[in-house]
């Protein structure tokens, strides 16, 4: 087997609510599943572990500030994944690759949830890439006394009522979630998520390497995440060599689904900030 | 040849634990603190005697299997009650089906104790190799996407290791050893068979039919066993053989008493444990993300929708007997109901027929055993009676005399050089005074003399 081995693009449903389609841009024999749109500073942002192949009324907001690149990860939304595709350094990889293909240079970047895991290990590999970093409710740092719970033994009841804090958000984004197809859709997102964060849940390198960041870098807590322990934005702030710790009011786990006005406001600002 | 193997198979449960309606999952998340380890002794000498026993009740073989961090069968560690039986069994057949050679850090341990356990026990190990079912990859590190990569690489891993010359190195994509020379090595030539369970998916049946393996299917309705047996003799005509009656073996639960009313009144309860709280496991915990390709989780999940299958948590009592998941009755009712059994799907061995199960008092197993052994198994034996083993020869030499006889008498000595003397000294005699001063002469003899200043 070659490193690169080519992988076909797949079918996949088309959630009823916000679904666009992607453009595609092949990157290490991977027809990379991308949402680009605005205009100003390029800025990309890294899914967590769902709510893939929509364009979020987030990404629409953040798009009247920025020019807003969202691409998927090998195995989530329309970007399939390949059988040599293991963890956060291949994909760190890909996406530098695809960021050259696409023309960017240097980046604002942002990571929410597993996102905030990659964007993290994406700064870390290419520093220089970066004009700031955000991570929303971000893991992959290892809190000693707090392992918090299983993400992968929650059944589904359970994983979104801890996803959610406001239950009217929750009705509005899992419409459609309980279609067949879609169920085996979210087992093979799952399945991609477990590849890169089965075990360890943490990347204990990650607390040196963040060192050599030089750009400015944010990191969004929730006001009570019922998922992740809300320490462990705390501890990337502390981590994060130039940082400032902000909390949106009123959130759980899923603040750019609860709360994205504030939370675009939030990043816009710190962007716009950074970018003087 | 006898018409059909019978198998003993105990999957050691600890079945104290609270009321099945008050937790979600019998495996994984169910706390330890149910389990107490003083029951848990009395229980693993029951179990361990009721396997014991199959050898003089007429079985044709014993097995043992792993799981983790659940009540439905609490053997982490299958070779250390292989070992066991060993030592308490003189000529049965020890079936370790199977080691779940993907959560291993290194096979090479999994091989190593398997020909430790083939060398001691004469040859009378059947290996089995396993996945692990989902719910094993939660208790340590090693992602369920990886199972079946890992799965065949350690079997691909252990295999060499019994039968290539050591030592090598191993450079696989999952597992590196720069030093494979495991000792001791199996007695059995090249190796002992191989035993896959599987639950019929066509990956596990291509890899049985090109390795010419035993298949046993785990617990399923009749009619899924059947089609995966059928699935498997396909596969081997593919390759240019028919499939031998002897390579598929069915885990179908049979208990058997005086009557059919008394059986199922004493069977009930504990059957129906193994299907309703030993495998009560919520969908998360069964598989994993990663555990299933789409595909397979595809099907499965279609089948269910449809109803083809069932949830085994979900069982009645009366589906489990119409659907032939397990089998109740007088001797008459068994011996027949398994006849027609095995004629439907081609087996050739039932596992679990007669032998304790769920939480079935250990007296009820003993007498369920011993009607099953007098009344079920010459049903389908030769006049004679015995299981197949004892009227074939045995793979090892089961005596010293045989052992001198057969490999040489006396066998090469251990030597070695003993201290004040350049002779090899024969270990067998190497504490006989006269033998060290004779070796000492020796050596003094052949030096050269020591010459002055």
Redesign the interface.
């Known amino acids: 087997m070659s490193y690169i081995d080519a992988v076909e693009k797949t079918e996949v449903p088309h959630p009823p609510k916000y679904y666009t389609a992607p453009s595609f841009e092949e990157v290490c024999g991977i027809p990379i599943a991308y949402r680009r749109q605005g205009e100003g500073e390029a800025t990309v942002f890294m899914h967590g572990a769902g709510f893939t192949r929509r364009w979020l009324p987030m990404y629409e907001m953040l798009a009247e500030n920025v020019d807003l690149i969202a691409p998927e990860s090998p195995g989530f939304g329309e970007t399939p994944m390949p059988s040599w595709f293991r963890d956060f350094s291949d994909l760190s990889i890909i996406y530098d690759q695809l960021f050259t293909q696409l023309g960017l240079d240097q980046i604002h970047l942002i990571g929410y949830s597993m996102g905030g895991w990659a964007a993290s290990e994406f700064a870390a590999y290419y520093p220089r890439r970066l004009k700031s970093l955000t991570l929303i409710v971000p893991v992959g740092l290892r809190l000693e006394d707090n392992p918090g719970v299983d993400l992968f033994q929650l059944g589904p009841e359970e994983l979104m009522d801890r996803l959610f804090n406001d239950k009217k958000v929750m009705v509005e984004f899992m419409e459609g979630m309980d279609d067949f197809d879609e169920g085996i859709h979210l087992y093979s997102e799952f399945s991609a998520a477990a590849r890169l964060m089965w075990a360890p849940r943490y990347n204990l390198a990650l607390e040196r390497r963040l060192q050599r960041l030089t750009c400015p870098s944010m990191v969004v807590r929730a006001e009570d995440d019922h998922l992740i322990p809300n320490e462990m934005a705390e501890k990337f702030a502390a981590t994060l060599p130039n940082s400032r710790l902000v909390q949106i009011p009123e959130t759980g786990h899923e603040p750019c689904l609860e709360r994205p006005k504030e939370l675009v406001n939030e990043i816009a600002g710190f962007i716009s900030e950074v970018s003087k | 040849m006898n018409a059909l193997r019978f198998y003993g198979f105990n999957l050691m449960p600890y079945p104290f634990i609270p009321p099945t309606a008050e937790f979600?999952s019998t495996w994984?998340?169910l706390s330890n603190k149910h389990y107490e380890p003083e029951r848990g002794r009395q229980l693993y000498n029951e179990y361990i005697d009721q396997l014991v026993a199959a050898e003089r009740y007429g079985f044709d073989g014993i097995g043992v299997n792993e799981h983790h961090a659940n009540f439905y069968g609490t053997m982490p560690s299958p070779n250390i009650i292989a070992a066991m039986l060993i030592q308490r069994t003189k000529h049965i057949p020890i079936g370790v089906i199977g080691n779940a050679i993907p959560l291993h850090g290194n096979p090479l341990r999994v091989a190593e104790e398997v020909a430790m356990l083939d060398v001691i026990s004469g040859g009378r190990i059947i290996s089995g190799f396993v996945r692990g079912i989902g719910c094993e990859?939660?208790n340590?590190?090693?992602?369920?996407?990886d199972s079946v990569e890992r799965f065949f690489e350690a079997h691909d891993l252990i295999i060499k290791a019994w039968t290539d010359e050591g030592p090598f190195t191993w450079q696989g994509d999952h597992f590196y050893v720069p030093n494979v020379n495991p000792i001791p090595r199996p007695i059995q030539d090249p190796h002992p068979p191989i035993w896959i369970p599987g639950q019929g998916s066509l990956e596990t049946l291509q890899f049985i039919a090109k390795h010419k393996y035993t298949y046993m299917m785990v617990f399923a309705p009749q009619w899924f066993t059947k089609l995966a047996f059928d699935g498997l003799r396909e596969e081997c005509k593919l390759l240019g053989y028919e499939a031998p009656k002897s390579m598929f073996n069915a885990a179908v639960p049979a208990y058997v008493a005086e009557t059919d009313e008394q059986a199922h009144r004493e069977a009930k309860a504990h059957l129906s444990w193994i299907y309703n709280t030993g495998l009560k496991i919520?969908?998360?915990?069964f598989?994993?993300?990663?555990y299933?390709t789409?595909k397979s989780?595809?099907n499965f999940?279609?089948a269910l929708?449809k109803g083809k299958v069932k949830k085994q948590a979900q069982l009645t009592y009366d589906e489990m007997i119409k659907d032939r998941y397990i089998i109740v009755g007088s001797p008459e009712t068994v011996r027949n109901q398994i006849g027609e059994y095995c004629d439907d799907v081609g087996a050739g061995g039932i596992i679990f027929g007669g032998g304790g199960i769920g939480p079935m008092p250990n007296w009820m197993v003993m007498k369920g055993m011993q009607i099953f052994s007098e009344e079920v198994m010459p049903e389908f034996r030769e006049a004679d009676g015995k299981p197949d083993y004892l009227r074939d020869e045995p793979p090892a030499p089961q005596t010293y005399s045989e052992t001198a006889a057969r490999i040489g008498r006396p066998p090469e000595a251990a030597r070695s050089i003993v201290s004040g003397s350049d002779e090899l000294i024969d270990h067998r005699v190497a504490h006989l005074p006269e033998v060290i001063d004779a070796s000492l002469e020796a050596s003094s003899n052949a030096k050269p003399k020591a010459s002055a200043g």
């Open positions: 979600e994984v998340s990859y939660f340590n590190g090693v992602a369920p996407g919520p969908d998360q915990i598989f994993p993300p990663g299933m789409q989780f595809r999940m279609s929708n």
